[in-house]
């Protein structure tokens, strides 16, 4: 009877254990993978936006960790649109007004 609890005992015991290194291991990949970019662009649209809806922008780059280059207008609403990399020129022409309208005064 007392082999029998032994038994139970160390079974209690090497499961406890094994739970504590699963968990120590999978948090540490949670925190190996949390420099990842998270939020990017997979595809962009080449449709025109309309100036007076964007509040912001920014380029979207492989190095940073994402699959391509993008530039991300961000709307008033905060609604992220993915345009190709300043190629066309309704896109080069968002960015200068959007460029002006930060650096002039208010």
């Known amino acids: 009877m007392s082999l029998q609890r ?3 005992k ?7 254990v094994t739970l504590l290194v699963l968990t120590a291991v999978l948090w540490g990949n949670i925190e190996a993978f949390s420099d990842t970019a998270v939020d ?7 449709t025109r936006i309309p100036i007076q ?9 492989t190095e940073s960790g994402c ?8 709307t008033k609403k905060d609604k992220k649109l993915c345009s190709p990399p300043e190629k066309n020129s309704w896109i080069s022409k968002i960015i200068t007004h959007l460029d002006k ?3 002039t005064p208010q």
């Open 6 to 8: 032994s038994n139970t």
């Open 67 to 74: 699959p391509i280059p993008a530039t991300v207008f961000i």
């Open 53 to 61: 809806i964007v509040a912001s922008y920014f380029h979207q780059t």
């Open 101 to 103: 309208k930060k650096n």
């Open 10 to 16: 160390t079974r209690m015991q090497t499961t406890a």
């Open 40 to 46: 990017c662009c997979l595809t962009t649209k080449d």
